[in-house]
């Protein structure tokens, strides 16, 4: 029996279809996602004066007395009346007038396309989900042909513009993000990439890619009446593609591990034969890709940490780093061994969309029900082959061992912090987001002696085609908590108030960031308007204060979800770690990732004092109210 909601979706196919013999691909008729997008406010630009007014007291806690002075005279210059900064800043009031996001191009461009740096490790996040009870092929095709099944499902809402829209206080947000996860795909270019979407074409994709063994394949996953193939149906599919590989090929995929501009340069060389050229379309108009992965035999220890890695890196050319492309911006891992995750590339989307699609994946698979099906009517999967030529293969061979020296060098550890969840926090009358945040400055202090310059992603979504910006959880007031929170002769009730400041000056920090009064995407706008007028870069972008400020010591963001989801990502910098959190009801999940540069950053070693650190601030809590 057809679900409401799919019959609905035939419904608006046949009209589409009647709508498609009588108008142009231009003429497409927005529909309600549009109409809200329509009602949100445009992202505002910030008052000059205040942002260079918090800037200074965001760079306070990071550099010394003398960096400080000179930076608030290359300041007071750069604000002065008549001077660069307004005249800046009345260039970026102008381009909000005339754009829908003022901000929106610039950061896709400056975060993302002209980025020359690999994809994997450095841009492109991973989850992990709990670790299914299924071993070998058998249990893997079944449970990937779920996972197929409901990330169709889910793509009824969007192609009907159905999701629910998402509320922040009671105003609605941004759902674009939403709707560009599927059927997108990064395109390497020389000197800057693209992004291409084809789920807005006049023929939007039927078909998935699916790659096992390094061998790509193209499924179609709809019948000829618009309706998806059953579960059993996709289960059939997978193992006829499986059943039909036999050995290992060159592994194409790891091309686009490289970074951008030998991926380019390898790419130019890929396309240049057609029979290539047409696998690569293929694989760029899926809907998604699926990573049917071998497992490491070796990886039951520590398995959720060593397949959240699988994910995010592939582990190697010997596993599964060619059996990727890493530029399809959804590729769900489904491995031998129980494993069911993802990798994405991160241009089209912030965490957010991803952990919405993955917990409708999470319940769809939890509660599905067995189908029937048969392979009678169905056409084989379709192969997509790859002529290597002898440059291919040189550059396949150098991929392979620059993915092998790299993916080494990276340390993840995914771990649950049982103790207390974000229920015991809220109870304290305090943000989990922002108590977690200055458990990680304590941590850091603690372990380094030092204040860090801290990246959380802080949502834009109040607006029109809202991105981030940065929330600075490095304050005046976290430097006094973690600096003398340990001092022997603190009263509980003094470490109880330096602890509430610290709290509540992030929570502030972080109202701030999300309405659009943040300061990190206003001082790149500087940067570029001045750019865009044949200007160099303001002081205050070349001053050493800035430079310090943005080498993130901490890259952090929170991704809830309903499911007991883990997204992990690698570091900023080669001495810093990499943090993502999902706080529960009674425990927080927490990825923690370093580079084995810097022995001293070590991920384990931060797990466990993360782990002191939130059980010491409960206690000042704890204690703290049991003194008043």
Request: proline fraction near 5%; charged fraction near 25%.
């Amino acid at each position: 029996m057809l679900s409401a909601k799919l019959k609905i979706q035939l419904l608006r196919n046949c009209i589409l279809g009647l709508q498609s013999q009588l108008l142009s691909k231009s003429s497409y008729m927005p529909g309600r996602f549009y109409s809200h997008q329509e009602s949100l406010p445009h992202l505002p630009v910030p008052q000059l004066q205040q942002t260079l007014k918090k800037y200074l007291k965001t760079i306070r806690p990071l550099v010394n007395d003398a960096d400080f002075q000179k930076t608030q005279i290359i300041v007071e210059e750069f604000g002065k009346s008549n001077g660069l900064g307004e005249q800046l800043q009345k260039v970026l009031v102008e381009r909000s007038n005339e754009k829908e996001n003022w901000l929106s191009d610039w950061w896709l461009e400056q975060a993302y396309l002209l980025s020359r740096a690999s994809v994997v490790i450095y841009c492109s996040p991973s989850v992990s989900f709990p670790r299914y009870n299924f071993q070998g092929t058998l249990g893997q095709v079944q449970q990937a042909a779920k996972v197929i099944s409901a990330i169709l499902d889910y793509k009824i809402d969007i192609d009907n513009e159905a999701l629910p829209v998402e509320k922040l206080g009671g105003k609605p947000l941004c759902m674009d993000q939403y709707y560009r996860v599927l059927s997108s795909c990064r395109i390497p270019g020389t000197e800057k990439d693209d992004i291409n979407s084809f789920s807005r074409a006049f023929k939007p994709p039927q078909h998935i890619s699916v790659v096992y063994r390094n061998n790509f394949f193209e499924l179609v996953v709809y019948h000829a009446d618009g309706t998806p193939l059953s579960v059993k149906e996709l289960e059939i599919q997978l193992q006829r593609i499986v059943d039909s590989v036999t050995t290992e090929v060159p592994p194409v995929g790891i091309l686009s591990s490289l970074d951008r501009d030998r991926w380019a340069k390898a790419y130019r060389s890929l396309v240049g034969d057609a029979s290539n050229q047409a696998s690569v379309k293929s694989i760029q108009q899926s809907i998604f890709t699926l990573c049917l992965d071998r497992s490491d035999s070796s990886s039951n220890k520590n398995w959720r940490s060593d397949f959240a890695l699988n994910c995010l890196h592939g582990g190697g050319s010997q596993l599964n780093t060619g059996n990727r492309w890493f530029d399809k911006t959804i590729q769900m891992v489904v491995d031998e061994n129980g494993g069911v995750g993802l990798v994405y590339e991160h241009a089209p989307a912030e965490g957010p969309p991803i952990a919405a699609l993955l917990d409708h994946v999470y319940k769809f698979c939890e509660n599905i029900q067995n189908e029937s099906g048969s392979a009678m009517d169905l056409p084989s999967p379709k192969a997509l082959p790859f002529n290597i030529s002898p440059d291919l293969s040189t550059r396949i061979q150098e991929a392979s061992e620059t993915i092998d020296d790299f993916y080494k060098t990276i340390k993840l550890e995914v771990v649950d912090f049982k103790e207390f969840g974000k229920d015991f926090i809220k109870s304290q009358k305090m943000s989990p987001d922002s108590f977690i945040q200055i458990a990680l400055q304590l941590t850091y202090w603690r372990l380094h002696k030092k204040q860090p310059a801290t990246y959380e992603s802080a949502s834009l979504r109040q607006f029109r085609l809202g991105r981030t910006d940065t929330i600075r959880s490095c304050s005046n007031e976290s430097q006094n908590f973690v600096e003398n929170v340990d001092l022997p002769n603190l009263q509980v009730a003094e470490k109880n108030k330096l602890l509430k400041d610290a709290v509540t000056a992030h929570r502030q920090y972080v109202g701030e960031a999300v309405t659009g009064q943040g300061i990190d995407r206003h001082l790149l706008g500087f940067r570029l308007a001045a750019a865009d007028a044949g200007l160099p870069a303001p002081d205050i972008i070349k001053d050493d204060s800035y430079k310090r400020a943005m080498h993130f010591n901490l890259s952090t963001s929170q991704v809830p979800s309903k499911a007991d989801l883990c997204m992990a990502f690698g570091p900023a910098v080669l001495d810093g770690y990499g943090v993502c959190y999902n706080p529960k009801d009674s425990k927080i999940l927490v990825a923690i990732s370093t580079f084995d540069s810097y022995p001293d950053y070590d991920s384990k070693t931060f797990s466990e004092e993360l782990f002191k650190a939130f059980c010491d601030m409960r206690d000042i809590l704890i204690s703290g109210s049991a003194k008043l």
